[in-house]
Structure formats: structure tokens, C-alpha cells
């Protein structure tokens, strides 16, 4: 059973630029979640989505960031016109059930941005 | 609101020495509480957890008890090995309305020498 999957690994944009950052569920996981670790932090909270629903976006920046996890495909975080604070490593994390302290979040590898 | 608080790094150790990653937190309720892995180039993966008061998650040798009179729950083994070398995320999930947010520590940076 393959884990989560995160495309890229690595991605560098200029300034202004706009950033698709892809998450694949572990097969039969209808929740995901994003974090992002800024360097020497540790991982924050970003959204929460279900299939076609975003449940919690309140760790997301209001401008700019958005998510989605469509009935087909990955889900997208997508960050448009990034600046330099936007480096860090994003990592998405799915869950079979509705969450909660009984279910684990998988983790994919995470995506690195590099904003030059 | 909640937070995890975790040793700070690096810690270097040679091989069969004993580990300790100290971890506090703060929350409301009955948080359940959780160790990750990340080793060199990979995501997280759940080391161990423990879901309230006095419960000991164990895996790989690796040990935590969750103490909530001291709000702590430290990361033991009694003898590393090279292998286990990499990152440790202490984290919490709260027990209220938002029980899906993983609160993280900034992560322990273990080094095993042989």
C-alpha cells in the first residue's frame, strides 16, 4: 500500500511567481491535512480538507494560500505571487476517518519551496 | 492556546548510550500525545503514542509515558543504535472541537556515532 504522496519534492520559484504543490492520499484516506515547518520551527497547521470540502483553513494566510481537494486527483495547495517568507518545507497528511485521537495522520516526504 | 515545548538540539550520542528527548506541553482537556520520526529525505512517521493519564506508548525499543501531573512526555531508549539517527517531533492533538490539529515541538535532531 503505497504511503502519501507529495509532487515535487523540490520546487523554486522567483518572486511573484505562483506555486502548485500536490498531495495523494494514502489509498481509502479521505482526509488530508497541510502543515508548513518554517527553518527552525517546528510543523504549524495549515487547512484541513475532506473530498470536495475544506472542514479547518484556519492556519492558512488569508491571502494568497488556497486548497482544495477535488472528488478526482490530489489535493492542491497553491500559493500564488510567493514572496521570500514563503521557503519552507509543506507537508501533507491524510487519515482514513475523521480525525481525531484515535485515527493517525500519515505523512508524505513534504515538498521544499525555495523562493529566490 | 496549545503548545509542545521539546529539547533542543543537536544531541549526539554513541552508539548503546542511553536516550532521553525531554517534552512539555501545555493544553486544555486530555490532549492525547505523540512521538514522530523523520529520518534524512522522508516525511514523518508515528513512532509511538499514548491516548491519556499514565498510558506508555512503545515501539522499536523506544518508550514515553504520558505524566499529566507534570504535563511531560519524554522520549527514552536504553541503548541507540546508528540507525536511528534522524529528527524527533514531539506533538499533541487536542481533545476539543479541533481534535485533528497536530501540535508540534521544533524537533530533536539525534546524530548515533558507531
Known amino acids: 500500500n503505497a504511503g502519501v504522496m507529495q509532487n515535487p519534492r523540490h520546487l523554486v520559484r522567483r518572486r511573484g511567481q505562483e506555486a502548485r504543490l500536490r498531495c495523494s492520499p494514502m489509498k481509502g484516506h479521505s482526509h488530508v491535512y497541510w502543515y508548513r515547518q518554517l527553518p527552525e520551527e517546528g510543523l504549524k497547521f495549515m487547512v484541513y480538507?475532506?473530498?470536495?470540502?475544506?472542514?479547518?483553513e484556519s492556519g492558512m494566510p488569508k491571502e494568497r494560500f488556497s486548497a482544495e481537494f477535488p472528488k478526482e486527483g490530489p489535493s492542491i495547495l497553491r500559493i500564488q505571487q510567493v514572496v521570500r517568507g514563503d521557503s519552507a518545507a509543506y507537508f501533507c497528511a491524510s487519515s482514513r476517518t475523521s480525525g481525531g485521537r484515535t485515527d493517525t495522520q500519515y505523512f508524505g516526504p513534504g515538498t521544499r519551496l525555495t523562493v529566490l | 492556546g496549545d503548545s509542545v515545548t521539546q529539547m533542543e538540539g543537536p544531541v549526539t550520542l554513541s552508539e548503546e548510550a542511553f536516550l532521553t528527548i525531554n517534552c512539555t506541553y501545555t493544553?486544555?482537556?486530555?490532549?492525547?500525545l505523540f512521538w514522530y520520526v523523520q529520518y534524512p529525505g522522508e516525511g514523518l512517521q508515528l513512532l509511538l503514542k499514548a491516548t491519556k493519564a499514565d498510558d506508555k506508548g512503545s515501539n522499536k525499543g523506544f518508550e514515553a509515558t504520558y505524566r499529566k501531573e507534570t504535563t511531560s512526555f519524554h522520549l527514552e531508549k536504553g541503548s541507540v543504535q546508528v540507525s536511528d539517527s534522524a529528527v524527533y517531533f514531539c506533538?499533541?492533538?487536542?481533545?476539543?472541537?479541533?481534535?485533528?490539529?497536530?501540535?508540534f515541538g521544533k524537533g530533536t535532531l539525534l546524530t548515533v556515532n558507531p
Open positions: 480538507l475532506q473530498k470536495e470540502n475544506i472542514i479547518d
Open positions: 493544553a486544555t482537556g486530555y490532549p492525547s
Open positions: 506533538a499533541l492533538m487536542g481533545s476539543g472541537g479541533s481534535n485533528y490539529k497536530l501540535t
